[in-house]
Nanobody
Framework: QVQLVESGGGLVQAGGSLRLSCAASGRTFSNYHMAWFRQAPGKEREIVTA????????YYAASVKGRFTISRDNAKNTVYLQMNNLKAEDTAVYYC???????????????WGQGTQVTVSS
């Protein structure tokens, strides 16, 4: 089992920044590919960004490319999401997730955090 706990969400004005953190515990963190997903009210959960086990490969959804940065610190068992130039459409609950597979498909992620709310006011 892997336990994931997100933090860092909140209310920010459009154009502002937030940094989300996801602390992992349980099994060896470096064995897992990590990702951030988000879900807005009335919408399906969607991939935001993903990072490989060693941090050398990343994926970004087109809607966040150039504004968001994913990183991980395997020594601290933590993955981060730096969000800059936030827009109202970024408002959602953000979830951290872990998988042993190279994938961006929500159904193939095995472990999930409880989510953290990000609200961007326009």
């Amino acid at each position: 089992q892997v336990q994931l706990v997100e933090s860092g969400g909140g209310l920010v004005q459009a154009g502002g920044s937030l940094r989300l953190s996801c602390a992992a515990s349980g099994r060896t963190f470096s064995n897992y590919h990590m990702a951030w997903f988000r879900q807005a009210p009335g919408k399906e959960r969607e991939i935001v960004t993903a990072i490989g086990r060693s941090g050398d490969s990343t994926y970004y959804a087109a809607s966040v490319k150039g504004r968001f940065t994913i990183s991980r610190d395997n020594a601290k068992n933590t993955v981060y999401l730096q969000m800059n130039n936030l827009k109202a459409e970024d408002t959602a609950v953000y979830y951290c997730a872990a998988t042993t597979k190279v994938t961006i498909h929500v159904a193939l992620y095995d472990y999930w955090g409880q989510g953290t709310q990000v609200t961007v006011s326009s």
